[in-house]
């Protein structure tokens, strides 16, 4: 029974370019959560999704991001144009349907911009 | 406004104590309070959580405390080893059937032989 399965685990990426995150859910599992992280700071929260359905992207800046979880395959996270400030830590993590279940979070995608 | 906080500073014991992590929040009102576990390089691993009408749960050498009133939750782990040497995060999961996360900084614990 895999976990949350991300990918890549890291991505190098030069300013300008297009950076495309994936995360697979834990299998049952129908929430999907995306999170970064800074050096030495907690989980910042970007965007919370449902299959087919953006629910919260409160965290997210308005431009450049953009989070999907489509009917079939994974969860992708894309940043457009990746500027040095988009490196970091990306987390994501699954729950399921009920309320108040602890997250599964996989071991995150490390994106450095140069 | 709204601020989860965690000690900022590591905390430093000796193997065999009573490791104690603070958890105080303003201007949330969870539903649920959760503590995670972050080893360097690694994503947080779910440890416990606890109810906000529940005061105290226990899970082997863990042991977790929320008080509604104080706005405080306290983590501790008992006959604490080297290994439990990680950042542990603390989480909000907000009332009002949402289902978002809102964690602290973390605080680190370094246990020492």
């Known amino acids: 029974n895999a976990g949350v399965m991300q990918n890549p685990r890291h991505l190098v990426r030069r300013r300008g370019q297009e950076a495309r995150l994936r995360c697979s859910p834990m299998?049952?599992?129908?929430?999907v959560y995306w999170y970064r992280q800074l050096p030495e700071e907690g989980l910042k929260f970007m965007v919370y999704?449902?299959?087919?359905?953006?629910?919260?992207e409160s965290g997210m800046p308005k431009e450049r991001f953009s989070a999907e979880f489509p009917k079939e395959g994974p969860s992708i996270l894309r940043i457009q144009q990746v500027v040095r400030g988009d490196s970091a830590a990306y987390f994501c993590?699954?729950?399921?349907?009920?309320?108040?279940?602890?997250?599964?979070f996989g071991s995150g995608t490390r994106l450095t911009v140069v | 406004s709204q601020k989860i906080e965690q000690n900022s500073e590591a905390l430093n014991i000796q193997e065999g104590k009573t490791a104690t992590l603070t958890c105080n929040y303003t201007n949330y009102s969870p539903a649920y309070l959760q503590w995670y576990r972050q080893d360097p390089g690694r994503g947080p691993v779910f440890l416990l959580l606890i109810r906000e009408n529940e005061k105290e749960k226990r899970k082997e050498r863990l042991k977790v405390t929320f008080d509604t009133t104080l706005k405080q939750s306290l983590f501790h782990i008992t006959a604490s080893q080297p290994a439990d040497s990680a950042t542990y995060l603390c989480a909000l999961l907000l009332s009002g059937g949402y289902n978002k996360l809102i964690f602290g900084a973390g605080t680190r614990l370094a246990v020492h032989p």
């Open positions: 999704l449902q299959k087919e359905n953006i629910i919260d």
């Open positions: 299998k049952g599992h129908s929430h």
């Open positions: 993590a699954s729950s399921p349907e009920t309320r108040g279940q602890g997250y599964t």
